[in-house]
């Protein structure tokens, strides 16, 4: 992985995202060892200011694993082998939900939503009332592969008037898009450190409502790992907060750091740094005459677009990556080659979107793309500009 000079690196993808210097230096600090106070004085200020981001009250448990560990954690301490479990599907990681909750004996029962569409939330009203016995409905909040924003607090609402808990996968959207926990009444969030926490991948951060910590603790099928009642047990038995097992201390060290980042930005104007650069990306886009792919309710963590007639999104991936340093991503699952998505969450700036629109320009004329060259830049200065 020599360096080149003349290509710099840099992530324009939905995850992982760029890490910040200060972030990025204090994963190399020496390891401390995690049943000191030293440590553990690090862990309780990373419990407490975690939660100004997830907006809850509630303990967040950090788990040593990537996202879809802390999703298999809710559908394992929230349902049991045997229960419904009702998962909104229109991309991969809807889908996910699925696959992990059939692995473990569960019986997932699909709210299936076209790709690049957002479920309604009367679909999940009807879901609900043909399936009075789910335990749970598991949502995203920001459906990477599609790049679809989900409404979420109107699913919620709906979701509270059941006996069934709430989940939602916000691992690409936490600190990108807009999320309310305690006041929406979502009963679980699940977040990862490589998205809007810029950090790098390897922890799963999950926190459960009232209701949610409830329900797990008359859910009595086999858990050990991912117990999440053993965690919060170790979180607040003593002053200082503790784990069940090792922790991942140097990203525990980094978060810390992230979370001074976020404390100083604010929750309120993070949501508006990501909501302007998603419309400037989206502007950017549109004037270059290509397609959106969720047009209707686009993230404004990640902007999917249909590549242009006759070419595959990877080839526009490949010399984004290749000749400009900048990395994009092409489709997942059946639009693997169909869709090419950038994305602009985390440590992310208006900088980042004006090259990353005059690469894209330059990449697509090569290809023999007619494009209006410089079109997409100005329409993100305009909506720089306020325009
Ligand atoms: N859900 C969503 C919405 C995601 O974007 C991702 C990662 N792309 C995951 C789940 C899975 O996370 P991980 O790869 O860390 O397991």
Redesign the pocket.
């Known amino acids: 992985l020599g360096e080149d000079v003349t290509i710099k690196k840099r992530i324009m993808a ?2 992982p995202t760029e890490v910040p210097p200060t972030v990025l230096g204090a994963a190399g600090q020496p390891i401390l060892h995690h049943r000191t106070p030293q440590f553990r004085a690090i862990f309780a200020q990373v419990c407490e200011k975690i939660k100004l981001v997830f907006l809850t009250k509630q303990p967040v448990i950090t788990l040593a ?7 298999e954690a809710v559908i394992i301490n929230l349902s049991d082998p045997g229960e419904k479990v009702l998962v909104v599907s229109g ?3 809807g889908e ?1 939900w699925a696959k992990i909750a059939e692995a473990l004996g569960r019986v997932p029962v699909k709210v299936n939503v076209e790709w690049g569409q957002a479920v309604k939330p009367a679909e999940i009203e009807a879901a609900l009332t043909a399936n009075p016995d789910a335990v749970l409905v598991c949502g ?6 599609t790049g679809v924003e989900h409404p979420i607090e109107a699913m919620a609402k709906i979701v509270a008037g059941s006996k069934a808990a709430f989940a939602v ?5 936490l600190g990108a898009c807009r999320l309310k926990m305690d006041e929406w009444g979502v009963d679980a969030v ?1 977040a ?1 450190t ?2 809007g926490l810029m950090m790098p ?1 390897g922890l ?1 951060l999950v926190a459960l409502s009232e209701k949610g910590w409830a329900q797990a603790r008359t859910k009595k099928g086999p858990k050990f790992y991912w117990n999440l009642e053993t965690a919060l047990k170790s979180l607040t038995a003593e002053k200082l907060p503790d784990t069940p097992y090792t922790p991942n201390v140097s990203l525990i060290m980094q978060l810390a750091e992230s979370l001074k980042l976020i404390e100083a930005e604010g929750m309120e104007a993070i949501w508006k740094r990501h909501e302007l650069l998603s419309k400037a990306t989206r502007a950017g886009v549109n004037a270059l005459g290509l397609k959106l792919y969720a047009p209707d309710s686009p993230s404004v963590a990640v902007t999917s677009v249909w590549a242009p007639e006759g070419l595959e999104g990877t080839a526009i991936v490949k010399k984004m990556r290749d000749e400009w340093g900048i990395s994009i991503v092409g489709g997942q699952g059946k639009v693997k080659t169909a869709i090419f998505r950038i994305g602009h969450l985390g440590y992310a700036d208006r900088a980042d979107v004006l090259m990353t629109l005059a690469a894209l320009e330059v990449v697509l004329e090569e290809l023999k793309v007619t494009v209006p060259r410089g079109q997409g830049v100005k329409a993100a200065q305009d909506v720089f500009l306020g325009k």
């Open positions: 939905p995850g694993a990537g996202g879809t560990g802390g999703m991309g991969v990681f996910r995203t909040l920001s459906e990477t592969s996968d916000a691992i690409s959207g699940v990862g490589q998205k991948p799963a």
